[in-house]
């Protein structure tokens, strides 16, 4: 059953991505729709290599059930006037990384009310384009809830908008954005969330790596391909590295 409520501001931020998306003539490939459930709640655990998978799986998800998700994102986006203002309005949950108990608990709230729940359970975007270790909190979500943990993979997304690159106009048209969406994860609540996590990371690289095979375009020394696929994107280490410094830096 589809959700029936009216949210003017999210369908018509939905509009908004659906218009931008049209003009840069991006080709969405989608395989797995049917393990979005049409009604209730589930945790989406997804990848992120790039700025713009949010906007993307929402796009995805809405062309297949018209069903809106609710993405958990760190509290420094709604603390800012404008962009805060339309996150609380689509209903987005804030995230202060350094005490995220509240952010937990409205998720909590949120599925058992039947909604779809956005995580990005790397904390972060992947520069290797590879998936990084994983935080449990999409599992322990899960769980808790008794809903459904759904692992979905995203490649192509980090060539419109990714960490520290900057991509002209005519680099976005016509890109193909790959989309899986996995089969349900169920995680029972005495289940081992860093074991269940942990598969979930596997998962999610298993589906990576089987839409880099499928993907059309080579990735033979662009930057948008991780190293030991004969790109030149950081190797993991490198990424983890630059990560670390970059880190050490903000906190000083």
Known sequence: MRERSIEPVYTSAVAIGRALFGSWRLRPVISGA??????????????????????????????????????????????????????????????????????????????????????????????????????????????EAGVPLIPVAVWGGQRLMTKGRKIRWAERLGVQVSFTFGSPISVAADDDVAATTDALRDRLQEMVDQLQREYPVSGEGQWWQPADLGGTAPTPAQAAAAEAERVRLREA
């Not at 799986?57 to 420094?76: D, G, P, Q, S, Y």
């Not at 909590?108 to 009310?113: D, G, N, P, Y």
């Open 34 to 143: 049917e393990n979005i459930p049409a009604s209730g709640g589930a945790v989406l655990a997804i990848t992120h290599f790039g700025y713009l998978e949010f906007a993307l799986v929402e796009w995805a998800t809405w062309l297949h059930t018209k069903r809106r998700i609710r993405f958990m994102a760190k509290k420094e986006a709604f603390d800012k006037p404008v962009v805060g203002a339309l996150l609380r309005s689509m209903k987005h949950i804030s995230v202060n990384r350094k005490a995220g108990a509240a952010a937990y608990a409205d998720a909590i709230v949120a599925l058992e009310r039947g909604e779809l729940i956005g995580v990005f359970p790397e904390a972060g975007v992947s520069a290797s384009f590879t998936v990084r270790d994983l935080k449990t909190g999409a599992a322990r979500l899960a769980a």
